[in-house]
């Protein structure tokens, strides 16, 4: 989870709630709120060592790593900022999603993909209407950057991406429905 805000934003809302579904159908959960942890976004001198000399990883990488290691889905809730997600939550990406551990570039330009073990949900949180990611194409620009730019470009399978917008009919009821879909697609 990526929200700066500690306890009363609707990112929270829908993490808990996924989170408790999951609980109570048998799953293990471990939440990984990465503002309040201190998680620090900044790709560095270190992490540019790591990634292109294979240099050794900085130990806050390697434990976001082991923590996916544990891991068969990883679930994303997220504020979409212009667009996308918040800084703190890409600064995660490219520190933790690195050559070597993530992927491996071969000679002649091929890519070996290594989390391919790893099932993906995705719940972006709109504060804009629905009508306006469809309209100017921001859901799709959305879905290639994330799902196949990221994580298809590692071999994880994006299972669930969805755009939970404040819009909605009953707003309050996301987190349940954010639930409902998740569940749907783990079984």
Not at 20 to 48: C, K, N, Q
Not at 103 to 110: A, Y
């Amino acid at each position: 989870m990526a929200h700066p805000a500690a306890s009363a934003s609707l990112t929270r809302s829908v993490a808990t709630a996924l989170a408790e579904a999951l609980e109570a159908s048998g799953h293990t959960v471990e939440i990984a709120d990465l503002a309040a942890e201190g998680f620090d976004p900044v790709f560095g001198s270190a992490d540019h060592a790591a990634f292109s000399a294979g240099g050794p990883r900085p130990a806050d990488v390697l434990k976001e790593q082991q923590r996916l290691d544990r891991a068969d889905h990883l679930i994303l809730v997220y504020p979409v900022y212009w667009w996308s997600m918040p800084a703190l939550l890409k600064g995660w990406i490219d520190r933790v999603f690195i050559s070597g551990w993530a992927f491996e570039e071969e000679e002649g330009g091929g890519i070996i993909k290594k989390l391919g073990r790893l099932q993906v949900h995705l719940f972006a949180i709109a504060g804009a209407a629905s009508s306006t990611y469809e309209k100017r194409g921001y859901r799709q620009a959305m879905q290639t950057q994330v799902d196949k730019g990221i994580f298809d470009f590692c071999g994880a399978q994006v299972v669930t991406s969805q755009l939970l917008s404040t819009d909605a009919a009953d707003p309050a009821a996301l987190p349940r429905h954010a639930s409902e879909s998740l569940l749907k697609n783990l079984a």
